[in-house]
């Protein structure tokens, strides 16, 4: 099993950052770590859920969303098992529940959500 739990949520004004934290826990992340790629996803209000970023936990290929290219950064702190989402120049567009996942590379059926997190950008 993986457990995810992610943090750092809140209110922003536009213009502003945030930084969303995941922390990765659990015997199946523990053992297989190595063959995770983690990603965040968003799911905005009468929308559809979104793909935001990804890394890999081996090697740290990173992907990008078109909508945060250039204003949002993903990365991953090996020692504390957490993949963070640093987002800048926030619009009120990026306002969402923002869930980190991790699938397992080797099975992209294998996939575990954390319970979400709540970004509100206000204009």
């Known amino acids: 099993q993986v457990q995810l739990v992610e943090s750092g949520g809140g209110l922003v004004q536009a213009g502003g950052s945030l930084t969303l934290s995941c922390a990765a826990s659990?015997?199946?992340?523990?053992?297989?770590?190595?063959?995770?790629?983690m990603g965040w996803f968003r799911r905005a209000p009468g929308k559809e859920r979104e793909f935001v970023a990804s890394i890999r936990w081996s090697g740290g290929n990173t992907n990008y969303g078109n909508s945060v290219k250039g204003r949002f950064t993903i990365s991953k702190d090996s020692a504390q098992n957490t993949v963070n989402l640093q987002m800048n120049s926030l619009k009120p567009e990026d306002t969402a529940i923002y869930y980190c996942?991790?699938?397992?590379?080797?099975?992209?059926?294998?996939?575990?959500w954390g319970q979400g997190t709540q970004v509100t950008v206000s204009s």
């Open positions: 659990g015997r199946t992340f523990s053992s297989y770590f190595g063959s995770y790629i």
């Open positions: 996942t991790a699938t397992n590379s080797a099975n992209y059926n294998d996939v575990y």
